[in-house]
């Protein structure tokens, strides 16, 4: 006899804080509801897939601890969804609204006058907590339309413990009450108060939250710092001495810093516009969506996740949400390969494309610590090179892919990554390309790319303002480093993830692109692993199980 095959019931009978939902999917001739049922956590109000495996995970993770230590903090019940018992009717389904929490004043930091050693106390106004899942109301008529989430104050504990950081004297203005149908372009401007920072004012610009302060590219915080069409609202951010290592007390002026149980508090200002993602890629993922159900633009400065499966959702909620997804492959706003894309592309100035090389030596060498979280060469560093390699060859992949690399560093071969790599591939269209990728480069950053044709060649040379080369110096002449070099291109691709917002562009990554990158990115390490070829063309690769080797 087989062994029978558990049923949503017997999953939520199992565990207490999953239930059974209802829904309605169509109408039959006879005027009968067709109803499906789906598991889902009573907590967080997220629908779960039917097995043990990824059960267990979500209940042990830190998002579900978060929701239900919420419930439990302002003693309320997480909402009723279904009873777990299989003898219920087949009526209409059971219509969801997220808890409402109760009101309570949040706090934040402000230094009292002459000194930076006191700290008073000053209540903020009352935010809005968002469902930590968005209703969407079927309607048999009509088109599905956003369901405006309910107005509640959640209390805000971005202040609970004294710091350095009262010394900014942060502010927020109170936000504007939400609107039905919200969602659509960035304001051209608010209802608030304007921020005196030098980073834009709220009244003339779009504004920002920013997650992950600790993370933040040096070159994407100086386009912040010079963008004059946006205003950052929040900061979010658990490590608060991360944020006044990375900003100063000017740029920060008219800035709200919140811890990441508050999230929700930036993400229901109205006023905010987009949100920047610089967590690492196995923490964004949820950040994405929670942004993009709230109505926000995004603007995700590393990956958005190791696994296919779960960065293909992130875009497809971003279609759902019809808000934008931008992902930070910067290089393909490098004015220099832009140039060097039309004449390949536009122009057919090489004829057929047989050889592309790139050499990428990072300076300074990222910190151990931020590989580890970044995922290791491959997808810090391995993956912008693919991706503009791709641009130029109009192709998605290649068939064939073969890796090389060692750790030099001791520390690196202790993370089971490599500091160094050289990978090669064979497109379908004949093309070979090489990639020379490196963590060591003690003076300045090496970047050079060359594209061979049956036409002739073009090559992108190191950017060095005094038009001097050296060979073998001693003394570096001029130390270029990785932020300079693309410093530019960090400025474009942010001042398109503003326009994105603006709903004068659509995002110009697609998810094709991006998905075809990191499953690129992810046989590349596979084959340095596994000392082998890898065939695109006959072999599945799974990035997820590859980052959980080295991680």
Request: proline content about 6%; glycine content about 8%; hydrophobic content about 40%.
């Amino acid at each position: 006899m087989g062994r029978k095959k558990k049923t949503l019931h017997d999953y939520a009978a199992e565990f207490s804080e999953l239930a059974v939902k209802r829904h309605l999917l169509e109408r039959g001739a006879a005027g009968e509801a067709a109803v499906v049922e789906t598991l889902y956590c009573t907590s967080c109000q997220l629908p779960m897939r039917v097995r043990r495996d990824r059960i267990l995970e979500h209940l042990s993770s830190g998002r579900h601890y978060r929701n239900r230590r919420l419930l439990r903090q302002h003693g309320l019940r997480a909402p009723l969804l279904l009873s777990a018992g299989p003898d219920v009717g087949t009526g209409l389904p059971l219509q969801l609204d997220a808890p409402s929490l109760l009101s309570q004043p949040s706090f934040i930091l402000a230094a009292s006058a002459g000194t930076s050693a006191s700290y008073g106390m000053v209540p903020s106004p009352p935010s809005y907590h968002k469902p930590l899942v968005p209703h969407h109301p079927v309607a048999a008529s009509s088109p599905v339309s956003a369901a405006t989430p309910r107005e509640d104050p959640t209390p805000s504990t971005s202040a609970s413990r004294p710091s350095a950081l009262a010394a900014f004297r942060m502010r927020i203005a109170p936000s504007p009450s939400k609107q039905p149908g919200q969602g659509g372009a960035a304001p051209e401007a608010s209802n608030g108060p304007a921020p005196t920072g030098r980073h834009g004012s709220a009244g003339s610009g779009v504004g920002l939250a920013l997650f992950g302060a600790g993370l933040v590219n040096k070159a994407l915080f100086q386009s912040l710092l010079e963008e004059n069409s946006c205003c950052l609202l929040y900061v979010v951010e658990d490590q608060l001495e991360e944020v006044e290592r990375a900003f100063g007390t000017e740029f920060l002026a008219g800035t709200r810093v919140l811890r990441q149980q508050d999230a929700d508090v930036a993400l229901n200002d109205q006023r905010v516009s987009g949100a920047i993602i610089c967590s690492p890629p196995e923490e964004a993922s949820e950040i994405v969506i929670d942004a993009l159900r709230a109505g926000k633009g995004v603007f995700c400065e590393r990956l958005p996740s190791f696994d296919r499966q779960t960065a293909e959702a992130c875009f497809d909620e971003a279609d759902r949400c019809g808000r934008p997804l931008v992902c930070g492959f910067y290089k393909r706003f490098d004015p220099a390969l832009q140039f060097l894309y039309k004449k390949v592309r536009d122009s057919q100035a090489l004829g057929r494309i047989h050889r592309i090389s790139t050499i990428s030596s990072i300076y300074p060498a990222a910190s151990l610590s931020f590989l580890k979280t970044a995922g290791g060469i491959f997808y810090n560093a391995a993956v912008h090179d693919i991706d503009i390699i791709s641009l130029l060859l109009g192709e998605s992949a290649p068939d064939t892919i073969f890796s090389l690399g060692h750790a030099f560093c001791a520390d690196m071969a202790y993370l089971k990554d490599a500091d160094t790599v050289a990978v090669s591939m064979k497109f379908p269209s004949g093309a070979i390309v090489t990639l020379d990728i490196s963590q060591h480069c003690t003076k300045s950053c090496d970047q050079r790319l060359e594209v061979h044709g049956s036409q002739g060649t073009l090559r992108v040379d190191n950017q060095n303002p005094l038009g001097i080369t050296e060979h073998g110096t001693s003394v570096s002449i001029y130390s270029q480093t990785q932020a300079d070099r693309y410093r530019d291109a960090h400025r474009e691709l942010f001042r398109h993830f503003l326009r994105t917002l603006k709903g004068k562009e659509p995002p110009v990554i697609t998810k094709e692109q991006f998905l075809w990158t990191i499953q690129v990115a992810a046989a590349a390490e596979q084959s340095w692993r596994n000392g082998s070829a890898v065939d695109l063309r006959n072999e599945a690769v799974d990035s997820s199980v590859i980052k959980t080797e080295i991680m």
